[in-house]
């Protein structure tokens, strides 16, 4: 499921895009994050697709979150299938070949399998396959490594409750009250309930499926950030057939890449979000691509200061000031 944004307007046809055409058009895809949905990302997508009016926004719904609840998924649910997801929806667009898109973003949960999803199309030969590597991967505020516990904190509270809900206000105390959760938390998670369906249209049930969230959630600790990073920001690629290291299922032969083109890497951090330690941040800054002083280099980090997590929320536009710059720099 996906809606789209163009000149910070959104619609809901495929009339925004012609994949068929030479135009100069550009898409971005947007990816939410755990227990989210596209909507989460329409600021950000509204505003950069304001300041550069070729540039149009597909925000997609990842298996198991919003409108892509109801459609049935096949088993596993990890990022490499979420990467077919996307794969499958692009193509009938025609978002194939020079109409790819152009840019992945994707936050937190979203912000991995944008990771994944670039990292797996630098893997392939580029003869072979439809689809190109993207220019640019932006990942907002995804810590590196396993789910902090606090994530699986909210899943055993939000798994422990029995639907329907009887009301958002029921599901807010329940939570900060009784699970001691913190109210803005709370409040958000009130913000994933849909109306019951038949004669239950007073109660509320998850926009979201439980049992997928938390396969996705189990995947973390499977997917090796940096590795994925260094291998898909070096300038020279090379040609090892015998390196077939499983940086999550389905990449085999990962380093084998006979693609031409770089991608850049923008890694976002929230400056408020203390889960970015010091280790976490050296070894990221210690990958060969990595330059501090190179608006170029093709591993860029960046800090939005007064930002926690919801980094789109919290400092949109300096995160947006600073997806403009990296156009200017592509």
Same mark, same amino acid.
């Given at each position: 499921?996906?809606?789209? %944004? ?31 949905? *596209? ?22 719904? %990842? ?63 580029? =003869? ?10 932006? @990942?907002? #505020? ?5 789910? #902090? ?32 959760? #913190? ?19 007073? *109660? ?33 690629? #090379? ?36 889960? !970015?330690?010091?280790?976490? @941040? ?13 608006? =170029? ?12 997590? !919801?980094?789109? @929320? ?17």
């Amino acid at each position: 499921a996906y809606e789209w %944004i163009s000149n910070g307007e959104v619609h809901k046809n495929d009339d925004v895009v012609d994949g068929t055409s030479d135009t100069k058009e550009e898409v971005i895809v947007f990816l939410h994050g755990l227990l989210g949905n *596209s909507k989460n990302l329409r600021t950000p997508a509204k505003k950069l697709t304001k300041k550069i009016p070729h540039l149009k926004a597909l925000l997609l719904d %990842i298996r198991g979150h919003g409108n892509s609840s109801t459609t049935t998924h096949a088993q596993p649910h990890d990022f490499q299938s979420c990467v077919q997801d996307i794969i499958e929806t692009l193509t009938p667009l025609g978002l194939v070949g020079t109409n790819s898109p152009r840019t992945m973003c994707g936050h937190s949960l979203g912000g991995r399998i944008a990771l994944q999803y670039s990292h797996h199309l630098c893997s392939l030969n580029t =003869s072979t396959t439809l689809l190109e590597p993207p220019k640019q991967t932006w @990942v907002l #505020d995804s810590v590196p490594g396993r789910a #902090d516990p606090s994530v699986h904190n909210v899943l055993r509270a939000i798994s422990s409750l029995s639907t329907p809900i009887p009301s958002k206000k029921w599901l807010v105390d329940t939570l900060t009250k009784e699970y001691k959760m #913190d109210k803005g938390v709370a409040m958000w998670i009130a913000t994933n309930l849909k109306a019951g369906n038949g004669d239950d249209k007073k *109660s509320f049930d998850w926009v979201f499926d439980l049992n997928i969230a938390n396969e996705l959630v189990d995947n973390f600790s499977n997917q090796n950030f940096a590795k994925m990073i260094d291998e898909m920001t070096q300038e020279e690629k #090379d040609n090892n057939p015998d390196d077939t290291t499983d940086l999550t299922r389905g990449d085999s032969n990962s380093s084998s890449r006979t693609g031409t083109e770089n991608t850049t890497v923008h890694l976002v951090m929230a400056g408020k979000n203390k889960l !970015w330690s010091e280790e976490i @941040v050296s070894e990221l800054k210690g990958l060969s691509s990595f330059e501090e002083s190179n608006p =170029s280099s093709l591993f860029r980090m960046h800090t939005l200061e007064k930002a926690g997590h !919801w980094v789109h @929320v919290d400092d949109c536009d300096g995160l947006v000031n600073l997806m403009l710059k990296g156009y200017m720099h592509r």
